[in-house]
């Protein structure tokens, strides 16, 4: 990067393309560094140098580009392309694809494609046992305890909107559970960290200006987040429109503004639910949750909040799982040999679950299991503390019936 900066490198050197690419970008050397320096940042600028520069990257990275501008840049298009999805999805496609190993025949690329989509797909198990007679309407349990409704805007995410909508519901009832009136603001668009992570700057900035807007009017108020790659992008628009003289006191304000949704709860007396007897949970922490936003403990309180939860410590679970945004599909085969590490430390808890607070994440682990055959159920630690509110009768029986 300096070599680059200092006029000692080319932009366009295949070498300086080739380490930048295939960073993860976890930024898991921050909190090691003694300088303290933000590799984040760096990278990201690094990245805006390849991609106004003209350097040749492949066709995946010019399939992005255009992705980038003229769909993620557009919230109705990107609207109607992840509703197409979800319904190609929920139809069983991807798996059936899959089964039929008809994917296999294309590409490998193509086939962990299909299986990252197959893995959003709901698949937490329900407890079928009688319910307890002491259920409550969610409208009072809140407030049940004499505390005082506070209030949260819920960041729902592109993808998360698009795909992993029963997060965003399962966050809305626990806030609610918890004394929380929870608002979604409809103008709300994507947060921009594709963009940052291919180095579209200017595409992300256009993006954070709109959230911006659209979370203006109330700069008290927090800004609850349930994805770690969400809320590590937001909590540097800051940074990112710092030289913008019209938004860089707003962006600052709005950064401050961002909690992760355990880091919202962790401060707070979260109510105990009911047990989830006979599941073996592992979780593993989020890169961008944990260095980007700094919450290493917040997600396991919430998950103690479930009596007598059988968790087992995951050896490694502060190491990136592969992901890391579009990594997985741009570098293909190093985003592979990082996964087959996280699979085998996964294997070796012999857990039923695995836990982590980032769709990406679970999307990547997901596949990886599904691909190599192993029973594993991935989810969001919001959807094992909802489950578990749902056990101990705090919902009303419309959302007792409903199925993830």
Not at 282 to 293: K, N, P
Not at 326 to 344: C, D, R, T
Not at 378 to 389: G, N
Request: proline share 4%; aromatic share 6%; charged share 25%.
């Amino acid at each position: 990067m300096r070599a680059v900066e200092e006029g000692k490198l080319p932009e366009n050197s295949p070498s300086f393309r080739l380490h930048i690419d295939r960073c993860l970008g976890c930024r898991a050397c921050e909190p090691v560094c003694p300088a303290g320096v933000q590799y984040g940042h760096l990278l990201e600028a690094s990245r805006a140098e390849l991609f106004t520069a003209d350097v040749k990257r492949g066709f995946s990275y010019s399939l992005l580009r255009v992705a980038l501008r003229h769909l993620w840049l557009h919230p109705a298009r990107l609207k109607f392309a992840l509703t197409a999805t979800r319904i190609f999805r929920d139809a069983g496609l991807p798996g059936a694809l899959l089964k039929s190993r008809i994917a296999r025949l294309f590409s490998r690329r193509f086939e962990f494609a299909l299986a990252l989509l197959e893995s959003s797909r709901p698949k937490l198990l329900r407890d079928k046992s009688k319910r307890r007679e002491h259920e409550r309407d969610i409208s009072a349990s809140g407030q049940d305890q004499g505390s005082q409704p506070g209030l949260g805007m819920l960041f729902t995410g592109c993808i998360g909107d698009g795909l992993f909508s029963r997060v965003n519901e399962a966050t809305t009832r626990v806030l609610e559970t918890n004394g929380y009136n929870v608002e979604a603001p409809p103008n709300q668009v994507c947060c921009g960290a594709l963009h940052a992570h291919a180095g579209d700057l200017d595409g992300a900035r256009a993006l954070a200006r709109l959230n911006i807007e659209a979370f203006s009017g109330a700069d008290d108020t927090p800004i609850i987040t349930n994805a770690g790659g969400c809320g590590a992008m937001l909590v540097t628009y800051g940074h990112l429109l710092s030289s913008d003289d019209l938004f860089c006191e707003r962006a600052h304000t709005f950064s401050e503004r961002i909690r992760d949704i355990s880091q919202q709860l962790e401060n707070a007396e979260v109510k105990q639910g009911a047990e989830l007897q006979g599941e073996t949970i592992t979780y593993d922490a989020s890169c961008h949750l944990l260095y980007g936003q700094h919450a290493a403990q917040a997600p396991l309180k919430v998950l103690r909040a479930i009596p007598n939860l059988n968790l087992v410590p995951l050896d490694g679970a502060e190491r990136c799982c592969g992901a890391a945004g579009i990594y997985n599909l741009m570098e293909p085969n190093m985003s592979q040999g990082v996964l087959n590490e996280k699979l085998a430390r996964i294997r070796e808890t012999g857990a039923d679950v695995l836990t982590s607070g980032n769709p990406g994440c679970q999307m990547q682990i997901g596949a990886g299991a599904l691909i190599e055959g192993i029973p594993l159920q991935v989810c969001h630690p919001i959807e094992l503390l909802d489950e578990s509110y749902r056990r101990a009768g705090f919902y009303d029986k419309e959302v007792l019936s409903a199925e993830y």
